[in-house]
């Protein structure tokens, strides 16, 4: 891990992709939303507020499962510009039977003042940051001392698949080489975080078709790589790709259709008191974690 910018990543791409309007958050975003909550349960601290990491993208359902879990915790929503925060608040508005002033709760669609929440929750957004150690520095500014991180992204196992398509033809990357999960560790706590605990899983999918596994992926973001193609694609490129995609239902092999995997990281992390040195971050095996779920054990950090 280095302190520099991933170098896979366009800055210009990046901010143009982040300026997009979503018409919804993608499944894949919501799913792993739904998997992160269950890590809540270990957590005892009920933050009196929260801020939102750009939930367009990272899933409109999780914002209202999340509310519903902390209903009198005043939140805030954060976007990365006007024209995304307008349509946060108009998706996340709720009927006026329900408005959150008659609940005693607020929503603001802006930034918290530095330590001014408790919790800080950003699903799939890291990945696709252009400076991400700068971003984990914003999260660790807008906590409170001992305030807590949650946070998923994908990993560098992800579209494995289409990966070894376009090698196979000699094509430039189809997507920007995603950070291990312990130099995002190592960042956490060069940021301030104390015990930050990560983990990580595969999620396959399958497609009845290349196009519609193609559609599904432009929902996720696009190719940010520098040494993508350059220019636009023609239709002949376009047929090649999708006949790629599905080879192996044609000869088969994959009866339910092409399949694209992601590695997706989970973090969670405290942000240390100035007193307090940071402790080395912890890497918990999956199938640990769920077990003690199961169990109703304690987390093995002391969130």
Request: glycine share 8%; charged share 20%.
């Amino acid at each position: 891990m280095t302190d520099q910018r991933p170098p896979t990543i366009d800055p210009v791409a990046a901010l143009r992709w982040a300026c997009q309007l979503p018409s919804e958050s993608p499944w894949l975003h919501e799913e792993v939303a739904r998997r992160m909550q269950e890590r809540l349960q270990w957590i005892k601290l009920q933050p009196q507020s929260w801020a939102h990491w750009e939930p367009l993208g990272g899933g409109l359902l999780a914002h209202r499962a999340l509310a519903q879990r902390y209903p009198r915790a005043a939140c805030f929503v954060v976007e990365p510009d006007a024209a995304r925060s307008q349509k946060a608040e108009r998706a996340l508005a709720p009927p006026w039977w329900r408005a959150a002033r008659w609940l005693g709760t607020t929503t603001r669609y802006q930034r918290p003042q530095d330590a001014g929440v408790q919790m800080l929750w950003a699903n799939m957004a890291l990945h696709l940051a252009p400076d991400p150690q700068a971003l984990i520095a914003q999260w660790q500014r807008a906590l409170a001392p001992e305030g807590f991180l949650m946070f998923s992204c994908l990993g560098p196992d992800s579209l494995g698949e289409l990966r070894a398509l376009y090698r196979s033809h000699d094509w430039p990357p189809p997507a920007p080489d995603f950070t291990d999960m312990h130099d995002w560790g190592d960042m956490l706590v060069n940021a301030g975080f104390a015990e930050p605990v990560m983990d990580m899983e595969r999620i396959t999918l399958s497609f009845p078709s290349g196009a519609r596994l193609l559609g599904e992926l432009r929902g996720l973001g696009r190719n940010l790589h520098p040494a993508r193609f350059g220019a636009l694609r023609g239709r002949s490129w376009h047929g090649q790709l999708l006949r790629g995609l599905d080879h192996r239902l044609a000869l088969g092999q994959a009866p339910t259709g092409p399949t694209l995997s992601f590695e997706i990281i989970y973090g969670h992390a405290i942000k240390a008191p100035s007193r307090v040195a940071v402790a080395a971050e912890a890497f918990v095996a999956l199938d640990t974690m769920r077990s003690l779920l199961r169990q109703g054990h304690r987390s093995p950090a002391r969130l």
